[in-house]
């Protein structure tokens, strides 16, 4: 797609991907699909960890429950997956990146051996005025991940040093290796009549940082002012 994307993985016999239930656009027969609580990765954990890796996961914005799709059709076979909302998809390579930090519910789908944790803000000014507040997710493990941003995505590879200063909205994600921090707009007017934000995110290389051109919080505004006008022109 263009402005809306989705992602068709094309899936050799016997190969699984996962999602956040509900996000499945369409499957080929020959897919079968499996709803289980958790990504797989507390299989091996006992029960207090598995329902503790729950509780986390839901903490950062995921559900319980993942749908895991599986060719078991000696042929390939295709399924498909949309978020709920207009925007690019990237694809990132955990085995390259590492892990990374995600603002939450830009997770969108994986191959299995991709784990989806809570990650918990390091700095407590990122947590108090960074957006997202200090609760993120940390996608970890082994494979290919979509990330899923509002609007048009961008990526970015700072060198070592090199910083990026970044509205707090539009930060999708980062390689959990790099430094983040909270500034403030300098300048009482920028600050007062600039448009923006007060805080802006600064996250330092070396490594790659995912930046949205659309923040919710801009959609959603547009969302409620024209619900406002809506209201205002019926009651007039």
């Not at 091996?44 to 995921?62: A, N, V």
Request: with cysteine; aromatic share 12%; glycine share 16%.
């Amino acid at each position: 797609g263009a402005d809306m994307q989705y992602v068709e993985c094309i899936l050799q016999s016997g190969q699984t991907v996962f999602c956040e239930a509900g996000a499945m656009m369409y499957m080929e027969e020959g897919v079968q699909m499996s709803t289980k609580m958790g990504d797989g990765s507390e299989k091996h954990s006992g029960f207090f960890g598995t329902m503790m890796g729950l509780g986390k996961r839901y903490i950062s914005g995921e559900g319980f429950f993942f749908a895991f799709y599986t060719n078991n059709h000696h042929n390939p076979k295709s399924v498909a997956f949309a978020g709920n909302y207009p925007g690019k998809i990237n694809a990132v390579n955990l085995n390259d990146t590492g892990s990374i930090y995600l603002q939450r519910g830009s997770f969108l789908c994986g191959q299995k051996g991709v784990a989806i944790e809570m990650g918990f803000s390091r700095k407590i000014g990122f947590g108090m005025f960074g957006g997202e507040g200090f609760i993120m997710q940390k996608l970890s493990g082994e494979g290919i991940a979509f990330i899923h941003a509002c609007g048009a995505i961008e990526e970015r590879v700072l060198e070592a040093g090199e910083s990026l200063y970044i509205d707090t909205g539009s930060l999708v994600g980062f390689q959990a290796n790099m430094d983040y921090d909270i500034q403030m707009v300098k300048g009482l007017k920028n600050m007062l009549f600039g448009g923006e934000e007060l805080f802006l995110t600064t996250v330092t290389g070396p490594g790659r940082v995912w930046i949205q051109s659309l923040p919710y919080y801009r959609l959603s505004g547009l969302f409620v002012q024209d619900t406002l006008r809506v209201l205002a022109a019926n009651k007039g």
